[in-house]
């Protein structure tokens, strides 16, 4: 029996350099094929615990670890764990008027294989138009310039096409802070199901406070952060619970464990 594609054992960690501790203790396990919503209130360390995954320098893990296909996640630099298969959708605050997102894309799959590995022109154009067949993205949206002008749809379209291209075991889309609009979530909900259903091992973390794309994407399984460590997981139900009680009650319990 093969590994679980993702588990996290007692995980903490720190801001570096200080002694601000955000994550206490977080147990996670996603199976290949799975796709698992995490989600909590602002501030419980969602957004932190993505980043502690791709290997961020700004945490360090103080206890616990992260697994991925059996093997320690946290010995690898982060280019070393993008190459494993962790794919974590970066924000764009900056417009980069003048790199096309073909040229953006491409950059980013060779950053990820060795010199000699190196996708040639032909191929990597060939699973570009593949991807974006496959997610039904207008061939003109290649050649346009990055984040230039884009809205918050486009911008999440660059993010799942970015994913597509890239082929990751694991994907941690952090959704949280992005000020959504449902085109922008449809976009990103069609994303996650049609790369899902076309790689039957990928596995999804989607991080997000908004209930609503739980209505768009089939998640498995539901957690709820409080306080640094995950205080309830579920079915899909959960999200619907919380849409109607909120977070509080979650609160009492996070209390008394
Ligand atoms: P979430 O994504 O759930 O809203 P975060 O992971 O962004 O939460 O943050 C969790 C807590 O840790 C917050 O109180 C936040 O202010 C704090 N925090 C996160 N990163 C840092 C940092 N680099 N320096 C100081 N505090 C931080
Ligand atoms: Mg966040």
Do not use: C
């Not at 961020?56 to 670890?65: D, I, L």
């Not at 320690?72 to 900056?94: H, I, N």
């Not at 310039?145 to 486009?154: A, I, P, Q």
């Not at 993010?159 to 694991?170: G, I, K, R, T």
């Amino acid at each position: 029996m093969s590994a679980p594609l993702l588990v996290i054992q007692d995980l903490h960690a720190k801001v570096a350099g200080e002694d601000l501790e955000i994550l206490n203790g977080v147990d996670l396990t996603v199976e290949h094929g799975q796709v698992h919503a995490l989600m909590g209130p602002n501030g419980s360390g969602k957004s932190t615990l993505a980043k502690v995954i791709a290997g961020h320098p700004g945490y360090e893990v103080t206890k616990g670890e992260i697994l991925l296909n059996g093997e320690a996640l946290l010995d690898l630099e982060p280019d070393e764990r993008s190459r494993a298969g962790v794919f974590l959708a970066f924000q764009y605050p900056a417009e980069v008027p003048g790199v096309s997102i073909a040229n953006f894309l491409r950059t980013a799959m060779n950053a990820r294989v060795g010199d000699e590995d190196e996708m040639d022109i032909f191929a990597f154009q060939e699973r570009l138009t593949e991807k974006m067949e496959l997610l039904k993205v207008d061939e003109g949206f290649a050649s346009r310039y990055l984040n230039d002008g884009f809205s918050g749809g486009e911008k999440k379209r660059n993010e799942v096409l970015q994913m597509a291209v890239l082929e990751p075991a694991l994907a941690v889309l952090d959704e949280t802070d992005s000020g959504l609009d449902i085109d922008a979530l449809k976009i990103v909900a069609n994303g996650v199901n049609t790369l899902s259903s076309e790689d039957a091992s990928l596995g999804v973390l989607l991080i997000t406070h908004y209930q609503r794309i739980l209505t768009y994407i089939n998640a498995d399984h539901v957690h709820v952060m409080i306080g640094g460590r995950i205080v309830e997981s579920a079915g899909p139900e959960l999200a619907n619970k919380l849409e109607a009680k909120g977070y509080d009650w979650l609160h009492q319990a996070a209390a008394t464990v």
